[in-house]
Structure formats: C-alpha cells, structure tokens
T-cell receptor, first 114, second 115 residues
Framework: NAGVTQTPKFRILKIGQSMTLQCTQD?????MYWYRQDPGMGLKLIYY???????DKGEVPNGYNVSRSTTEDFPLRLELAAPSQTSVYFC?????????????FGAGSRLTVL | AQTVTQSQPEMSVQEAETVTLSCTYD???????LFWYKQPPSRQMILVIR??????QNATENRFSVNFQKAAKSFSLKISDSQLGDTAMYFC????????????FGSGTQLTVLP
C-alpha cells in the first residue's frame, strides 16, 4: 500500500524554468491537495481538487497550475519558476473534504529555485 | 477566515518527562476539528491526535493527550514520558466541519527531547 507518492523528492531549477511535481494516490481518495511549506512555517494550501475534473484555488495559488484528469493523479505545474517558489511541497489526499477524514500526506518534494 | 497560532517556536524536554505544547485558534465556526501533526526530520507529516469540537471529552492516544478548551479556543498537546523519537516539529491544525473545507496550520513548535 503506497499511499501518496510524490516525485521528484528534490529538484533544483533556474529562474524562469518550468516543471511539474507529480502526485499519485492509490487509496481511491476523492480529495487531493497541494501544500507548500516555507522554512519555519506551517503548510499553506496552493490548490485542491474534490474529484476528477474539478480543481480550486487555495490560499497561495499564484505561479502554479493543476489538473486532475484521473482520481489517482494530481500534478502541480510551476510556470516561470521564481526564487519565492523555493519551498517544500506536499501532496495530500483524503476520502472526503471533512475533518472526519484525516489527510494522508506524501513525503514531500524539496524545490530550490536559483 | 480561520487562524491558528502556536506561540512557542521551540521547546525542549528531558527524556521521560512531560511537556505541553500550546495552540490557540480563532474561528466563527461552531463545528470543527482540531489536529496535532508531527513532522520528524524525515519531513513526513504524521497525525498525532484529533479532536472533534462537539465532543467535550479530551482526546487521548497513548502518551499523547489534549486539553481542549472550546470557549477559550485553546488546544494544547501534552506528551507524557517523552521519548527521543518524539523530537520533531509539531503543527496544530484546524478544519471546519462540512465538505470541501480547508485545513489551516499553525507555524509549528520544534520540540527537542534531550537524553
């Protein structure tokens, strides 16, 4: 049982480059989330999805895009990377979006933009 | 909008002793859930304990327990018989009841258990 799998674990980008962080879950969860964690801070929600084909913005969506073509996958795309996007990114999923269903997190992806 | 405040950026405790981490939150919601997550150096976010606001009884999970004071909007975590493996960043988090709600995190408390 893999849970939530994120790739890559580490990546260094140059300013202006683009990349996609991959996230896959095998728990048939409806809800998926992308968070970023800046040093010494809590997690902030970037985007979330309530099901295939449905996505919505979180607290800090600027500079990112997402898509949800299948239940399992929820990739996060960074366009025109900037130093402000240096962070650790976490993907998470849950069966429903209520607090009754706990989030399962991936192991995180550390991104550095130079 | 909800806010979650953890006023202790760092704490330390001797092995086998008890430590309490503080968390306060602000919300106009009446029904919600509160969580404590642990993030060890591996970065993996691990659920420690969960409290439902409509339940007056404080949640417990083995050595971990909470003191939930709804009127004061306070949600502290007590770790008893601290172990070296408890060394981690601890995050308090809040989510209103209902569907498609967002989890709001505090800024975290770095706990170090000393041998």
């Amino acid at each position: 049982n893999a849970g939530v799998t994120q790739t890559p674990k580490f990546r260094i980008l140059k300013i202006g480059q683009s990349m996609t962080l991959q996230c896959t879950q095998d728990m048939n969860h409806n809800y998926m989330y992308w968070y970023r964690q800046d040093p010494g801070m809590g997690l902030k929600l970037i985007y979330y999805s309530v099901g295939a084909g449905i996505t919505d913005k979180g607290e800090v969506p600027n500079g990112y895009n997402v898509s949800r073509s299948t239940t399992e996958d929820f990739p996060l795309r960074l366009e025109l990377a900037a130093p402000s996007q240096t962070s650790v990114y976490f993907c998470a999923s849950s069966y429903s979006g209520t607090g009754a269903n706990v989030l399962t997190f991936g192991a995180g992806s550390r991104l550095t933009v130079l | 909008a909800q806010t979650v405040t953890q006023s202790q950026p760092e704490m330390s405790v001797q092995e086998a002793e008890t430590v309490t981490l503080s968390c306060t939150y602000d919300t106009s919601e009446n029904n919600y859930y509160l969580f404590w997550y642990k993030q060890p150096p591996s970065r993996q976010m691990i659920l420690v304990i969960r409290q439902e606001a409509y339940k007056q009884q404080n949640a417990t999970e083995n050595r971990f327990s909470v003191n939930f004071q709804k009127a004061a909007k306070s949600f502290s975590l007590k770790i008893s018989d601290s172990q070296l493996g408890d060394t981690a960043m601890y995050f308090c988090a809040f989510i209103p009841s209902g569907s498609a709600r967002q989890l709001t995190f505090g800024s975290g408390t770095q706990l170090t258990v000393l041998p």
